[in-house]
């Protein structure tokens, strides 16, 4: 069974910082295609940056510059370094894991950790 725990949350000042980590269990992690997503109260869910199994990386604009997402495969973990934190970023923040074949795909979310930045 494969399973995505995430951690780091909580509520933070503008302008500080958060890292989010996300272990992944039950599975080959470093085959992976791994990202981020964050849903605020009342909107969609969003890509926020990923990181693929070459370790190729993709963020949103709204938070390049100041967030790095990192795995370690190893650790079977994905982190988000999450710097000059903006209300404008707070969202439950969710893990995601893709691996996709040439006829199969594999789609897996972990229950969300919550981030608050508020002064």
């Known amino acids: 069974q494969v399973q995505l725990v995430e951690s780091g949350g909580g509520l933070v000042q503008p302008g500080e910082s958060l890292r989010l980590s996300c272990v992944v269990s039950g599975t080959i992690f470093s085959i992976y295609d791994m990202g981020w997503y964050r849903q605020a109260p009342g909107k969609q869910r969003e890509l926020v940056a990923q990181?693929?199994?070459?370790?190729?990386?993709n963020y949103a604009n709204s938070v390049k510059g100041r967030f790095t997402i990192s795995r370690d495969n190893a650790k079977s973990t994905v982190y988000l370094q999450m710097n000059s934190l903006k209300p404008e970023d707070t969202a439950v923040y969710y893990c995601?894991?893709?691996?996709?074949?040439?006829?199969?795909?594999?789609?897996?979310w972990g229950q969300g950790t919550p981030v608050t930045v508020s002064s």
């Open positions: 995601n894991a893709v691996l996709t074949g040439w006829n199969t795909k594999y789609d897996y």
């Open positions: 990181v693929t199994s070459g370790t190729s990386t």
